[in-house]
């Protein structure tokens, strides 16, 4: 299985998390602690960034405007082989970003289109994806299931072959289908949905999902509203590994949410099946427990 990392806070670049700490992504993609199902994380690798935000054109009448302000690199080669990565990292900086390294599940090839993260823009907003966990025997028994579920534009929206991007475009079909619908409460509706048709098939489900979200601010268009949005769940037995910290000596007023710790600090075990939303100034809602 994976292991993902999510960030938001003030503004940093992105090798003081993913290059920088003893226990770092880094390390993490040949020195896993707490990977159960594999011994490395060598099958690729990516990590998606919020830019500088620029206000919407009020004249261009597009939304397509603000796509261009959500980035995503992606990489097939294992994260210690990417001679770029030391650059790319201290160069890019962030408030919100998500990394994710692969570790490819049984008859999920090495390629591009499987890499996380994923993303997505729609109605002015940004969304950014990645998934740590599995859907057992996910050819022969979901995958068409959920791909039967999804409208026109989340189903041309796959691809790859993952049960990771299935469960992204299940999310994007509730995005598209309702409008004005809270990022927590689709993302919700998906892995109940999963749930529901994995418990059909007796077949396992893990997913652990973090979502980085911007969205204007319609009372100060200098400053989007941004969120990061976790679950950590498992309808057979205990989840994946998966640790949230806050307001660490090193980094004040941030969260960080990663599959295994990074550095000696206060890191909280995330509780099993609680979907919870993190807003811009730390605040931690619980939106729901999915059973």
């Given at each position: 299985m994976c292991r993902i990392l999510g960030?938001?806070?003030?503004?940093?670049?992105?090798?003081?998390?993913v290059l920088a700490p003893e226990h770092s992504m880094l390390v993490q993609s040949y020195k896993p602690k707490e990977l159960d199902a594999a011994v490395l994380n060598g099958d690729g690798f990516g990590f998606g960034w919020h830019g500088p935000y620029k206000e919407p054109s009020k004249t261009s009448g597009s939304e397509s405007n603000n796509e261009t302000e959500t980035f995503a690199y992606r990489n097939i080669l294992p994260m210690w082989n990417d001679r770029a990565l030391d650059d790319l990292c201290r160069y890019i900086r962030s408030e919100n970003f998500v990394v994710n390294l692969r570790s490819a599940t049984d008859k999920m090839p090495v390629d591009i289109s499987n890499c996380q993260p994923f993303k997505w823009s729609y109605a002015g907003k940004q969304l950014l994806f990645?998934?740590?966990g599995l859907i057992e025997n996910f050819f022969d028994t979901l995958q068409r299931p959920i791909r039967e579920k999804l409208c026109d534009k989340a189903y041309r929206s796959i691809q790859g072959l993952t049960d990771s991007e299935h469960i992204f475009a299940l999310l994007i079909h509730h995005l598209e289908t309702q409008p004005g619908i809270d990022v927590a409460e689709a993302l919700k509706q998906t892995v109940e949905e999963i749930s529901t048709l994995a418990n059909r098939a007796n077949v396992r489900?893990?997913?652990?999902i973090i979502l980085s979200f911007r969205e204007p601010n319609p009372s100060n268009l200098a400053t989007p509203h941004q969120r990061l949005i976790a679950l950590r769940y498992d309808n057979q037995q205990t989840a994946p590994s998966f640790y949230?910290?806050?307001?660490?000596?090193?980094?004040?007023?941030?969260?960080?949410?990663?599959?295994?710790p990074l550095f000696e600090g206060n890191w909280q075990t995330y509780p099993q099946s609680e979907l919870i939303s993190i807003e811009s100034d730390q605040s931690v809602k619980t939106y729901a427990r999915i059973a």
């Open positions: 960030y938001l806070g003030p503004s940093i670049s992105l090798d003081q998390l990645v998934h740590n489900v893990a997913a652990n949230l910290l806050q307001n660490a000596a090193n980094f004040p007023q941030s969260t960080i949410l990663t599959s295994e």
